[in-house]
C-alpha cells in the first residue's frame, strides 16, 4: 500500500467567527503533483495556512507521512518537513539571492540533504547568474523562482506553492511551469494551488477542486481536462 504524504482529513478553518473552510478532505500521495484549483475566494490560501499551521484547523488533523502534524507551531511544522511557499513571495530584500538561500539550508526531517546550493544553482541557473545580486531588485518572476529555490534548501518532503503564476508575465510563467514540471520529474512531492487551469494541465498529475471552502470534486488530471461540467461550474474558463 503507498503511504499519503499529506492527508488533510475533514478540516474546519476560521477567521474569527467566520467559518471558511469545511471538512476539507485532501491527500496526496508520494511523487503525486496535486493541483488544488478554485476561484478566487474559494479557499485555497486557507487550506495552506491550515497545513502549514498559520490558520490551525478547529476540528479533523493533517497528516505528514502518517505522522499528525496539525496543532504544531509553523516553525515545528515546516522542520516535519512541509515546505510551504506562500503567495506573497517574501524574500530578504537587503541581502543578496545567495545570502537568501544560505539562510533557508537544512536537512529535511530524515537527513536528507539533496538540495545544496550546487544543485539549486544547476535547477535555477537563471539565479546561479545573478547569485550576488540583491534580492530586492530582482523582478517578481525572479523574486517567485528565489522563493521556491530556498523552501527546496530545506529539503521539505512535500512542497506547497501557493499560485506561483499569479500576476506574471506568460514568459515568466511558463519559465516557472518548466521549473515545476523538473522537479515534478525528478520525483518531488507537490501541492500547487491555482486559479488558472491551464497553467496546472501540463504540469499537475492529479487535482482536486475547492469551491467556498468546501472539496467539490478530485480526479486525475486528464479527468478533469475532459470533464466540462466541472471545469464550467467551479473553474472560471
Ligand atoms: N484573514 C482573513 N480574515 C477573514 N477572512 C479571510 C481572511 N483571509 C481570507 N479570508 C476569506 O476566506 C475566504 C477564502 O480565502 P482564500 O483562502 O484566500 O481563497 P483563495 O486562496 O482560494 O483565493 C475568502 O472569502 C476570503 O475573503
Ligand atoms: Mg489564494
Excluded at 477542486?209 to 468546501?214: E, S
Amino acid at each position: 500500500m503507498t503511504q499519503a504524504m499529506l492527508e488533510v482529513k475533514g478540516i474546519d478553518v476560521f477567521y474569527g467567527a467566520s467559518q471558511i473552510l469545511f471538512g476539507v478532505d485532501l491527500t496526496v500521495e508520494k511523487g503525486q503533483t496535486m493541483a488544488l484549483l478554485g476561484r478566487n475566494g474559494a479557499g485555497k490560501s486557507t487550506t495552506f495556512k491550515a497545513i502549514a499551521g498559520i490558520a490551525p484547523p478547529r476540528r479533523g488533523e493533517i497528516n505528514l507521512a502518517g505522522v499528525t502534524v496539525s496543532g504544531r507551531k509553523p516553525y515545528r511544522i515546516a522542520r516535519a518537513g512541509i515546505g510551504y511557499v506562500p503567495e506573497d513571495r517574501q524574500v530578504f530584500p537587503e541581502h543578496s539571492i545567495e545570502d537568501n538561500l544560505v539562510i533557508g539550508t537544512k536537512k529535511g526531517p530524515n537527513g536528507e540533504d539533496y538540495w545544496t546550493l550546487e544543485r539549486v544553482y544547476e535547477a535555477f541557473p537563471i539565479l546561479a547568474g545573478m547569485r550576488h545580486r540583491m534580492a530586492g531588485r530582482l523582478s517578481g518572476g525572479e523574486q517567485q523562482m528565489l522563493t521556491i529555490a530556498r523552501t527546496l534548501m530545506g529539503n521539505p518532503e512535500i512542497l506547497l506553492l501557493d499560485e506561483p503564476s499569479e500576476g506574471l508575465a506568460p514568459i515568466i510563467v511558463q519559465a516557472i511551469g518548466d521549473l515545476i514540471r523538473r522537479l515534478r520529474d525528478m520525483g518531488a512531492t507537490i501541492l500547487l494551488a491555482e486559479q488558472n487551469m491551464h497553467f496546472c494541465l501540463g504540469i499537475a498529475t492529479h487535482a482536486t477542486v475547492v469551491d467556498k471552502g468546501q472539496i467539490v470534486y478530485r480526479d486525475t488530471i486528464e479527468g478533469l481536462r475532459a470533464n466540462d461540467a466541472i471545469k464550467q461550474r467551479y473553474l472560471a474558463i
